[in-house]
């Protein structure tokens, strides 16, 4: 039978080891870094929430790449724990993406919808790019899984960015950005859970 989509998978034990695995983190660590930079800069330019919200989670993707090629080829309790690290980094990001969200509602926001359409057009290519080269990593330990689940959700979010300026556009509002905005802190919140479950579950027969 068939495995379930919400069954955890079996750990890859030799796959963490592989360099393939860490040729795809250090790519995934130039991109993210390098996106962070271009989505926070056109992020405060274009006064999109959306857009400056996408800019943290890349920061946050690169950091948390950069810790697991720390651990990488470390044992399963030390990759365990760097994952735990990196659900609590994904449920902060959430949390402060909410609470700017909810900021903007009451401050007011002006996003502009054609900057937000380029950047989320080029975040997406970058995200599906990052996506597809660990996507055979998948089902791997709680830290390749997370840095998958990001990747995974980071697409989502894109996605999600550009129909944010498509709604800014049609609208001529600012609520489509701060939506989004808030969505893309649910997905932060929901693989924070994913990765903690596992992580803990791994903690626990390490």
């Not at 660590?29 to 929430?49: C, K, P, Q, W, Y």
């Not at 720390?70 to 993406?97: D, N, S």
């Not at 970058?126 to 997370?146: H, K, Q, Y």
């Not at 556009?169 to 929901?190: E, H, N, R, Y």
Request: proline share 3%; aromatic share 10%.
């Amino acid at each position: 039978m068939a495995k379930s989509c919400c069954q955890t998978p079996e750990p890859d034990t030799a796959a963490h080891n592989d360099p393939r695995w860490r040729r795809a983190l250090w790519i995934a660590l130039v991109a993210n870094a390098a996106m962070f930079i271009v989505e926070m800069v056109t992020g405060i330019a274009a006064d999109s929430r959306s857009l400056q919200a996408d800019a943290l989670d890349f920061f946050g993707d690169a950091a948390n790449y950069a810790i697991s090629l720390g651990v990488a080829g470390m044992a399963l309790a030390w990759r365990a724990k760097a994952a735990l690290i990196k659900g609590a980094t994904m449920l902060a990001f959430g949390i402060w993406v909410i609470g700017y969200a909810i900021y903007g509602l009451i401050a007011g926001a002006d996003p502009e919808p054609a900057t937000m359409g380029i950047v989320g057009t080029l975040a997406l290519a970058t995200n599906v790019i990052v996506a597809l080269m660990l996507f055979r990593f998948r089902e791997g330990d709680a830290n390749m899984r997370s840095v998958w689940i990001c990747s995974r959700n980071d697409a989502i979010g894109n996605i999600a960015v550009l129909g944010a300026a498509l709604g800014v556009f049609g609208t001529g509002q600012a609520w489509p950005d701060l939506l989004v905005a808030s969505i893309m802190a649910g997905l932060a919140f929901w693989g924070s859970i994913e990765v903690f479950g596992q992580a803990r579950r791994e903690l626990a027969h390490g």
